[in-house]
């Protein structure tokens, strides 16, 4: 690190930060130093966001800054933690004061509205790529992992589904949309929310939850797999927004729902006899949810209609 | 996270861990989740790797998985902490397993060695870099920061200083070394040892402790900064290796130990009391350590030769 770098942290990244009372030594030593809360676990996620694959290089950096942020904190609310401290590593190909201004704001609104303190990090010279390090706790054997459905267990989601993915085939020109519907899709793709109370208030009653990122139709994949079972969609039961609709035929709109992806809302299971609760747990939470299936003896992801199986061809995101 | 992406994860970074008794649900879920020693802090540190900025493209994939992590762990060592896990992110260009195979054995080399486990990540496409985030842990109040050294402390280091540098410039064609030397020396740049124990020896002992990567004139000017005291270097005092001398001028040897960079090793202050203590408390650390300097009232760094002081033209790293 040289002079340059440290004027960048100093200036757009140590000094508007919030202050956790259990950081001990905060950014700018050779290590970060934390109090945990001693008689709780510790969540970390990592993720990386590279220019030109994960978003587009003239993204708005404001909603770039809060988005990176948000959706690692879709993990920490997947597992069920509450966001304690993050370690932001960014990759720039030069210094553009006009970039990391707002940049810098995003990132901070997202941290300061979900108390998750920047505690080190570091920034380097190439091409433009952002990665995330977060940190929450989590009560002792409370944290909700992928691995725990049952057969038998319903399969609910929060919110709606598709309409990040509309924002982005709108802002990819693919798609247009009614004018009173398109800054509302386009927020839902730049500022999403990470459903951090709603994880909070499914531990000890989802049985799985995993966050949506690369769309429902693979990620509740990932919870079948890990549990042993099959997951069987009822495409009917989708929840899609009346923007969705709007602007989309019924079939676009069942596709983006379950492979548009970025949506990041929680997809979880529970024991058909916690169903009836759920209304009351996540009341407070801001979050809705549906019920959109459920776990079968069997392996993969099914779609059904009127309980008869059928076929849709979905495009999944791969990297390589 | 597509198919691709998770069977390389598979292959080459899950399959080969070692198991912690710590890490509660381990990498490929939302979250790593981990139960930290409930009575102890934690150390977190990040740093970037990119290609072409921080290493060469052709840098022998084997070093550099040993040495993304060996760097890192170079901090836990300054703060006093002892390993525990660590975050890989890495960015490629395109899948080569050729390349994946010895960097992910270099990186469970360090791993395994120094007993912290990989507990989650993400493998992205772009440009080549690597992202870490490792976490250890610290008796409460033991942590080593920058900023409690006193006028009149010694100021240490670990180990020779300046044979890493003297490494590059070889691979770089600037200088070319003796045979005998050749291999060693290089050796010190590509594998450098992070000096834990040496810094989990010093806790409580040392007043302040930073590692150096940039080069002793810059970093132990960190030091000086953060502890509102002035460094002063006895360049006569500097460690130097047999092989440095014997491959370059005295003038040459100087610049490389205060500004090549890479060292890896420890600075750190102590108390004048308890310097008869260091060699005791260092014995089972496989540490040499050399008292190069005293911190003096005022700011900055300073170079002395026979209590003199004289000027040197030194040159950092600067990113920007």
Redo the contacts between chains.
């Keep these: ?5 440290f004027d ?1 942290i100093e200036r757009f990244f140590k000094k508007r930060q919030n202050q956790r009372s259990d950081v ?2 905060p950014i ?9 809360i ?2 709780q ?14 978003f587009y290089p003239d993204m708005p950096p404001h909603a770039l800054g809060y988005k990176s942020l948000a959706v690692n904190l879709s ?2 609310a ?2 069920g ?1 509450t966001p304690r ?1 993050v ?3 960014i ?1 720039l190909p ?2 553009d004061e006009n970039w990391l201004e707002p940049f810098s704001a995003g990132f901070f609104e997202a941290a300061e509205y979900y108390d998750i303190q920047l ?9 433009l ?1 952002i ?1 995330l ?1 977060v ?2 706790q ?1 009560p ?1 054997n409370q ?1 909700i ?3 725990g459905a049952n057969v038998g267990d319903w399969i609910c989601v929060t919110g709606q589904l598709g309409d990040s993915a509309l924002g982005l085939q709108n802002l990819a020109g693919k798609i247009s949309l009614l004018e009173g519907d398109k800054a509302r899709v386009i927020k839902k793709h730049y500022y999403p929310v990470p459903r951090l109370l709603a994880g909070q208030a499914l531990r000890g009653v989802a049985t799985a ?3 949506l ?2 769309g429902l139709a ?1 990620d509740v994949g990932h919870i079948a797999k ?1 549990s042993g079972c099959k997951a069987v969609i009822d495409v009917d039961s989708l929840p899609l927004s009346d923007a969705l609709l709007a602007n989309t035929s019924v079939e676009q709109a069942v596709a983006l729902a379950l492979a548009g992806g970025e949506d990041y809302e929680l997809c979880f299971t529970v024991a058909p006899s916690a169903l009836s609760a759920l209304e009351t747990l996540l009341a407070h939470t801001g979050a809705s949810f549906t019920c959109i299936g459920q776990m079968h003896a069997g392996e993969g992801v099914e779609f059904a209609r009127d309980n008869k199986q059928i076929n849709l061809e979905l495009e ?5």
Aim: with cysteine.
């Design positions: 690190m040289a002079c340059g770098e960048l001990i030594v700018g030593d050779d290590c970060a130093v934390l109090a945990p001693a008689d676990l510790l969540a970390v996620s990592t993720d990386t966001l590279v220019s030109g694959v994960h993990d920490l997947a597992m933690a401290w370690s932001l590593a990759t030069n210094v505690i080190g990090g570091d920034v380097t010279k190439g091409p790529s990665t390090t940190q929450g989590i002792r944290q992992t992928r691995s939850a995993i966050d990122s690369d693979s890990a999944g995101f791969v990297h390589f």
